[in-house]
C-alpha cells in the first residue's frame, strides 16, 4: 500500500493563477480530508468528504474548491491563488464507525505564492 | 462550532523528565480525543487516542487523560527521550461538529541531552 500520496511536493504559483493539488489514497477510506498548516495555527480543516458524490466545508474553505469522483481521489483546486494561500497542505484519510478514528496523513504540499 | 485550545505553545525538559501538553475544548458532546506527533519536515501521525468513555489511557512512556466535566485533556509523556522532541497536536470529534476533526494550535517540545 502507497498509503496517502499527494503531488506537487513543492509549488510556486503567480498571485492570481489557478492550479490542482492531487491526493489519492489505496485503503479504501471512505473520509478525506484537506488541511492547511501555518505556523501557530495548527491544521485547519479546509474541505472534507464522507464518501464519493459528498463534500461539505471546513474552517477555511474560501478560496478552495474540492470533488469526490471516486473513493480514491479527492484533489484541492485554488481558483485564483493569492499569498494567504502560502501554506502547508495535506490530505488525509480515515476509516471508522464516525470517520474521525485514525486519520492518515500524506507527505504535503508546500506551496509558495508570490 | 468547536474551540480547542492547547498549552504550552513550546516546552523544553531536559532528558529523562516528564512532559504535560493540555488542550481544552468548547463543544461538550465532543467524544473523540485524538494526539498527534509531527516530526520537522514530517506528516501528523497519530500517537495516542481517547474515547468519551474512558478517563485514562496509557500506551508505553505516553498516556492521556480526559476530564469530560472540565472539557479538557492531557498528554502525558515520561522518561522524555530526545527522539520525543516533536510538535504535538490534539484534536477533537464528535457531538455538534460530527464529521470534523479540529485541532489545537500544537505545541513545540524540545527533549535536551
Redesign the interface.
Known amino acids: 500500500n502507497a498509503g496517502v500520496t499527494q503531488t506537487p511536493k513543492f509549488q510556486v504559483l503567480k498571485t492570481g493563477q489557478s492550479m490542482t493539488l492531487q491526493c489519492a489514497q489505496d485503503m479504501n477510506h471512505e473520509y478525506m ?1 484537506w ?1 492547511r498548516q501555518d505556523p ?6 479546509i474541505h ?1 468528504s ?1 464518501g464519493a458524490g459528498i463534500t ?1 466545508q ?2 477555511v474553505p474560501n478560496g478552495y474548491n474540492v470533488s469526490r469522483s471516486t473513493t480514491e481521489d479527492f484533489p484541492l483546486r485554488l481558483l485564483s491563488a493569492a499569498p494567504s494561500q502560502t501554506s502547508v497542505y ?1 490530505c488525509a484519510s480515515s476509516y471508522g464507525l ?6 492518515y ?4 504540499t508546500r506551496l509558495l505564492v508570490l | 462550532g468547536e474551540n480547542v485550545e492547547q498549552h504550552p505553545s513550546t516546552l523544553s525538559v531536559q532528558e529523562g523528565d516528564s512532559a504535560v501538553i493540555k488542550c481544552t475544548y468548547s463543544d461538550s458532546a465532543s467524544n473523540y480525543f485524538p494526539w498527534y506527533k509531527q516530526e520537522l519536515g514530517k506528516r501528523p501521525q497519530l500517537i495516542i487516542d481517547i474515547r468519551s468513555n474512558v478517563g485514562e489511557k496509557k500506551d508505553q512512556r505516553i498516556a492521556v487523560t480526559l476530564n469530560k466535566t472540565a472539557k479538557h485533556f492531557s498528554l502525558h509523556i515520561t522518561e522524555t527521550q530526545p527522539e520525543d522532541s516533536a510538535v504535538y497536536f490534539c484534536a477533537v470529534a464528535g457531538g455538534t461538529s460530527y464529521g470534523k476533526l479540529t485541532f489545537g494550535q500544537g505545541t513545540i517540545l524540545t527533549v535536551h541531552p
Open positions: 480530508s488541511y501557530g495555527m495548527g491544521l485547519r480543516l472534507y464522507v461539505d471546513g474552517e495535506f464516525t470517520g474521525w478514528e485514525t486519520q496523513f500524506g507527505p504535503g
